[in-house]
């Protein structure tokens, strides 16, 4: 059980995980991300970070995404988990929490007070193991979002 950081030559297994993510969350058509725009928000633009969990063969089988958001009540940054995927076939093994202890670690070393991310409420596997970590839901706040025409016309006054 390995974790290290993505490298530019794991962005073809990374997208795959994508794909196999929103297969998962039941949204098999959704993913328009490319490689490319993959490669440059990791490892060009740096607008985002990601870990891999390695197989015994060293194989990618699964990855966190993350970016840093801010707290203006805290004043500090924190991690945002955009996506956390293990395959199927190497769950069990540890490699979840794995990732999940990892970008602890990265809070913990930058001064970061806060390690946030979504779930689907009907994931409840998630959920459990989630709870499982001492990870608390927050359900006091509804999520918008604004996105196609909406933001076009929003965007354009």
Known sequence: MTVRTAEPADVPVLLQLVQELAEYEREP?????????????????RTASCHVALD??????????????????????????????????????????????TLAAVCLERGYPRFEWWVLDWNAPAIGFYR??????????????????????????
């Open 29 to 45: 058509d959704a993913v328009e991300a490319s490689e490319d725009d993959l490669h440059r928000a990791l490892f060009v633009d």
């Open 56 to 101: 015994g063969d060293g194989a990618v089988v699964g990855f966190a995404l993350w970016y840093v958001t801010f707290s203006t009540w805290k004043g500090r940054p924190g991690l945002w988990l955009e996506d956390l995927f293990v395959r199927p076939s190497a769950r069990g093994a540890g490699l979840g929490k794995a990732l999940l202890q």
């Open 132 to 157: 499982s970590l001492g990870a608390v839901p927050q359900d006091e706040w509804t999520t918008f979002r604004v996105d196609g025409e909406a933001l076009r016309q929003l965007g354009q006054g």
